[in-house]
């Protein structure tokens, strides 16, 4: 049995000791009581929509509908995860001062490397606190991003009380529009990055391992691949197809930047094959596909995340520039590329329109490059004392 | 000693060759030696004169360039050579076990011991996860490692040497196995763990009812724990028969100069340690004749050219040299 005071989040951690922990997570809750409190009325009503939708009422039902009850599902989510956490990690910690010697995994070894490194640790608020805000997009942004108000007295306000980075020339909330950049930017660096990894792993692994001539052949394509200018490249396959959607960016600068990956995972695999380990491995045996599977590709996976985690930077850089050369995201959804697209002819006038998006470019990047910096030198052996 | 038991693993004529850009490299070129059930069979030599590319040649692990190109391989009558890779698989770990001389790095960095014994268990028995965790305490047990219930969910980079070494006896052993290969298995340990590997070892094989294969060029390892020595030199076994025969009547030069060349206990200070001229010769270009004649002190025209093959010298006592006369060696050097 799990004590009632556990399950109060932070309660127990703190009644163990953990108090930057309990903190953490009793603030976390605080933070999603309040939005919940704040927002009940529209999460509710979000609800009642969907159930009279679903019930077979002739009611109306938007994606801006769709992305009210996603949020409101998110934060009561939320709210029930942390009790769960704040419970299950109490009675972990409780378990474990009954032995006497706590088994260190590898991953708390690396957390503790990582916290000691506050460059790293701001990366990860920078991270969590940007896709917190991807989430709650409907409850942050004031106005819904596309909507167009007064396009007479409501156009290129200065920024006010009611309009916090005032409107551009079609009288959106440019506030509201970085808000809901926001998970295009996310969604493209995080969706990219997985499938440039998993192709290049996939190619990596077989070239690495099988050696001879299909890795000749493999590596050469990715020579190949790597001669041309990655941009000009993305930019004529996009402009080969008919209609643009986030999907098809997303796949194509996937497709178009798996090759360092490639290379990276053959080089792990060609060194860590001739390890005694693999030998060891096919001695008791292990057939191919064990080997890469159980042996070479976990011992391959602290680079292969380090270089993702820097990728995704690079990837939303990519996603903001073919945006903002009107290749990218379509408006009027709003990415980061094309809010600064849209308002470069405000540059001069009304210069905190183009200044927010880029703001907001820079800080996500310079948060995935310290994550992964943060990460590279915490899973780095060498470099812990 | 002397009651004969009938044969567990056999290689016939084994000849590996690496096909290289600068020639070819025979790196096993035509041995022969026979690992009787129960018993543990020694094969010494220098560094580079095959003796790991036998063990891997026996186990199916010989990677390209390299290539068994003749020989037979019998493990209680079933001729390994002849088993396709899948079969194979179901050989290595189950039938033939191998551990390796590096403790340190033989075991995967990112996982737990315990994971890596029921993998073991697991790649030839349909056994569940609790089964196969219970199995590999009862192996680390076996091992005689402390306290396994708590040490089965620990890491290798926790663990000392010797007791790495422990672990992978457990997983070699883990689906009991009729042979081990032992490659080196104590070079890398100092001398007290390397007695109690050896001892664990002895012990497991009466336990186990294993023959066990020790490749090591210490010598006085092999002394205490084989029961027959295959001497290998330049690819070749040079002389094969029990060890108490051997080191009472070495019948080869080389393994007469290598058992006069270890210092003993009690030897004159100011004695010079014997030592065999010469170094050991290059496997891509090999004398002619025998391969020992530029070393050996009692070479004649003969050994140049002519190559001896592996006799019979006394009953159980085989020797490649042409020099052997009634059994024994024309040699003036005191035996050790």
Redesign the interface.
Known sequence: MIPLHDWMPGWGHWRLGQRLKGTVVAGLFALFVLLGLWHARTIWGSLLHTASKLSGAEVVYTSRDLDFLVTSLFVVAMLVLIVLFSGLSCRRRRQAEH???V?E??WSIVWRQFQRNPLAVAGVVIILALYLVAFLCPFIAPYDPIDQGDRVRERLLPPSAQHLLGTDRFARDVFSRVVYGSRISLLVGFLSVGIAVTIGTIVGAMAGFYGGWIESLIMRFVDMMLSFPVLILIITVIALWREQSIWIIITVIGLMSWMGVARLVRAQFLVLKE???C?????????NS?LIF??LL??S?TPIIISATLRVGNTILLEAALSYLGLGVQPPTASWGNIVYDTKGNLFTEWWMPLSAGLAIVITVVGYNLLGDGLRDALDPRLRE | MNDTRPPQLQVRDLKTHFFTEDGVVRAVDGISFVLDKGRTLGLVGESGCGKSVSALSV?G?VSPPGWIVEGEILLDGLDLLEVPESGM??????RI??????PM???????TIGNQIM??IR??QKVSRNEARDRAIEMLRKVKIPAPE?RV???PHQMSGGMRQRV?IA??LACGPEVLIADEPTTALDVTIQAQIMELLAELQSDLKMSILLITHNLGLVAEVSDHIAVMYASKVVEYTGTRELFASPAHPYTHGLLTSVPTLGMPRDRELNVIPGQVPNPLHFPSGCKFHPRCPLAEERCQTEEPLLEEVQPGHWAACHMIEGGSLPLSGVNP
């Open positions: 032995l006497a010697k088994p995994g590898q390890r005694e380990f030998q060891a491995a096919r001695a008791l045996g292990a057939g064990r159980r042996h976990p011992n996976l | 186990m692990l698989r179901q050989v290595r770990g189950n076990s191998m551990i390796f001389q590096e790095t033989s075991l995967n960095p990112v996982f993998e073991a790649v030839h708590t969910d620990e890491f992978m997983m070699a």
